[in-house]
């Protein structure tokens, strides 16, 4: 069996939708199309079956999407028991997170690990899809994501915590017309174009809107980086956490608070099921660390 094929199925099912499944994978919808009928194929059954713009799985897919989800997560806990046995071994621990964080998160954990917890710590930047599957697969002891949790995958062996919140704001290309106002509301942006990060698509792209109203989705990125580029280039603004501002600073874009928004949320994640030791005392840590945050 091909795991990345059952993963690939197991997003379809739950989306009942390929575009949208495709989007959450970030590949295009042919490439999709192509791995559910090689995963049909390999079994000799067919998966699912089209019902107008949607499709929905027969009764030979109801069985393996309730049986994959128990092979994947038995999976992803093998694999993560094995990589967290080799590092605690090491006293290294991994933190995943994409960035940006707050530095008491991240680079004063990073600056006193050694001294203070008596271990190693590195931190690994990951992309927005692989915040909770990187502790799920055991490629990191702990992970730092952007809430909402309700957007990932869960997984019974994944714990969530919630460490921070700040607020939200958006990015505009310097030459739009809201980049010199001093605060802006969620109805200002009603026809503007929004860039689409997967996942949690719908939280950060504020859909619904308070109004009923749906948003205007401009193109769709895989990471920061990209994210930025489409906001400089003027073909689409977003809403992010108010410390990405901070921390990509760049001549092309102005960063605008939003006061009529939720604030964004970060999350630790673990698995209690392959977190050792050494892990568990950085995790102390960063809850301590996060006892003394404060939104700004």
Known sequence: MDLKLLRSFVVVAEEEHVGRAAKRLFISQPALTKRIRRLEGRLGVPLVQRVGRRIELTAAGRVLAAEAVSILEATDVAVGRVRASMRAERDEVVIAFVPPMPRQLT??????????????????????????????????????????????????????????????????????????????????????????????????????????????????VSSVTEMLEVVAAGRAMVLTAKSLGEYYVRPDIAYVPVRDISHSEVFLAWSPSTIGATASKVLDDLQRRARDLTIT
């Open 107 to 220: 680079t004063d954990v990073l600056r006193e690990a050694c001294d203070s917890l008596g271990c190693d710590v590195t931190l690994r930047d990951v992309n927005w899809q692989d915040q909770v599957s990187a502790v799920a697969s055991g490629k990191a002891d702990l992970s730092l994501i952007r809430g909402p949790v309700e957007g990932f995958t869960h997984r019974e062996h994944i714990h969530y915590e919630k460490v921070f919140e700040e607020p939200r704001v958006a990015a505009f290309s310097t030459d739009h017309p809201l980049a010199k106002e001093a605060c802006i509301e969620l109805a200002d942006l009603t026809d503007e174009p929004i860039v689409v990060s997967a996942p949690n698509t719908d939280y950060w792209t504020v859909n619904p809107r308070p109004d009923g109203s749906v948003p205007v989705l401009g193109p769709t």
